[in-house]
């Protein structure tokens, strides 16, 4: 298995982080996901299909979005968008079998994003290193 996925959030479509891992892109995570968010707000009125994938000089950010989540990846500019668009689906579809709990019961969830600190161990597979 190619490992493409080098910096990782998992965002509520509102904006909040619930996890990161993040080596390479230097930005508050809260401010990342309220940007991100925005973005996608304003992709969808202009397009009816929202941000799916965008791109700087030095990265790909690669967005896949799973009720009520988003999954967002950065990779290498090169790399193919749909082998990283197949570890982010991997990831989620860990995320959402280890916290099904939370996620069955999310409107009452209590927004405290320590309960994700250790998804790390459990996609590792999956993760580039530096």
Do not use: C
Request: no cysteine; glycine share 4%.
């Amino acid at each position: 298995m190619v490992k493409l996925v080098q910096d990782l959030w998992i965002l509520s479509q509102a904006g909040k982080v619930l996890y990161q891992r993040v080596f390479n892109v230097k930005m508050h995570a809260q401010l990342f996901g309220a940007l991100l968010s925005a973005l996608t707000s304003f992709s969808k009125e202009i397009s009816n299909t929202g941000l799916t994938n965008f791109q700087s000089s030095s990265y790909k950010f690669t967005i896949l979005k799973k009720e009520p989540l988003d999954f967002v990846a950065t990779s290498d500019v090169q790399d193919n968008v749909k082998k990283v668009k197949a570890g982010l689906n991997k990831i989620s579809k860990i995320f959402f079998t280890k916290y099904e709990d939370i996620l069955a019961d999310w409107d009452n969830w209590d927004r405290n994003t320590d309960y994700f600190s250790d998804f790390e161990e459990d996609i590792k597979a999956y993760l580039k290193v530096r």
